[in-house]
């Protein structure tokens, strides 16, 4: 299942969560889509594999969120965005067209 993330609290909750397993964080813009695309695909993963946290960030409604964690991972923001968290740290990133359903499972099972 996909959660919600809506405070920078989480988003750190996640980062501590992902020393004992990889997650997958998917910056999304309603407005776009583009971003409609890689939600569906973001989604699609999360249902076939319910033992790995998936969580969004609505960068439309947390602007400030977003920004503050493009600063704080050195990567400028997109969307949509996608990362892999394990240990604390980045494990991968993309955007747009490169974030699909076969990238994600690939990168989870490398």
């Not at 959660?3 to 004992?20: A, D, P, W």
Request: glycine share 4%; net charge neutral; proline share 5%.
């Amino acid at each position: 299942m996909l959660q919600e993330c809506t405070s920078y609290q989480q988003f750190r909750s996640l980062l501590e969560q992902s020393h004992e397993t990889p997650v997958i964080f998917f910056k999304h813009s309603l407005r776009c889509p583009i971003s409609a695309g890689a939600n569906a695909d973001v989604r699609s993963f999360a249902e076939h594999h319910p033992d790995i946290p998936c969580v969004w960030l609505n960068v439309v409604e947390h602007k400030e969120l977003s920004r503050r964690i493009a600063t704080e991972t050195g990567i400028p923001h997109q969307s949509p965005q996608a990362y892999i968290f394990r240990n604390g740290r980045i494990a991968w990133d993309a955007s747009h067209g490169a974030i699909t359903l076969k990238a994600l499972t690939d990168q989870l099972t490398a």
